[in-house]
């Protein structure tokens, strides 16, 4: 896409929140002609500096509270959402990866990362397993045990790590995390305010 528009994704592959946003970012982006860049990042990591509680040791009342939310966005975002999903957490690492490898062989990384997210998030799928990874990737249209083979190697771990590093940079601390022309927009209920900062310049 050739554009002046360039709006930057740090996301945790596994969170919830950016699996209901990004329908709608790439709408935005779609809409304002504007460049998505996706960015896996490893959220915590993110956290260990920027003062961010892993889901299990947050309080209760936050926890209920991020359920009722979870629900609240599904319905008003119309996407189907297992708020208490099988395989939550596991080590996201592997799909990211995955994603990484997508993007360096030069395809389009966002089917491949949003069947990841729906994987955890809707279909019961452990995104921590290779064997998964490769049949979510291979029925895609990817090459699963190339991308697999690709994700290995400490290329694109280099890679994940940058991304870490400039989220910690950039001051976020929480997924998803979307950054435009400076300016540093936290979680899917922003996206209003992203979409104004586009339609502004």
């Not at 969170?15 to 504007?34: D, Q, V």
């Not at 896996?40 to 892993?54: L, Q, Y």
């Not at 990866?97 to 030069?106: D, E, H, S, T, W």
Request: hydrophobic residues 40%.
């Amino acid at each position: 896409m050739s554009t002046d528009k360039t709006v930057y994704c740090y996301y945790g592959i596994m969170s919830p929140f950016s699996y209901l946003g990004m329908p709608t970012l790439k709408e935005i982006c779609r809409n304002h002609w504007a460049e998505l860049v996706y960015k896996p990042t490893d959220f915590f990591e993110v956290f260990k500096v920027s003062g961010g509680v892993p889901l299990h040791k947050r309080p209760l009342q936050r926890r209920k509270y991020r359920l009722v939310e979870l629900k609240r966005w599904a319905e008003y975002r119309q996407m189907p959402l297992n708020v208490e999903p099988k395989y939550f957490p596991v080590d996201m690492t592997p799909a990211s990866l995955m994603v990484l490898a997508a993007i360096k062989r030069g395809h389009y990384p966002g089917d491949l990362s949003f069947a990841y997210e729906r994987a955890t998030w809707v279909e019961e799928r452990d995104i921590s397993d290779k064997n998964t990874i490769i049949a979510i990737a291979n029925e895609h249209n990817f090459d699963g045990e190339e991308l697999f083979a690709l994700s290995q190697t400490d290329e694109i771990s280099a890679v994940y790590a940058a991304n870490t590093r400039e989220a910690i940079d950039l001051d976020m601390f929480g997924s998803p995390s979307y950054y435009y022309r400076n300016e540093l927009f936290w979680g899917q209920d922003r996206l209003d305010f992203l979409e104004r900062a586009l339609a502004a310049n």
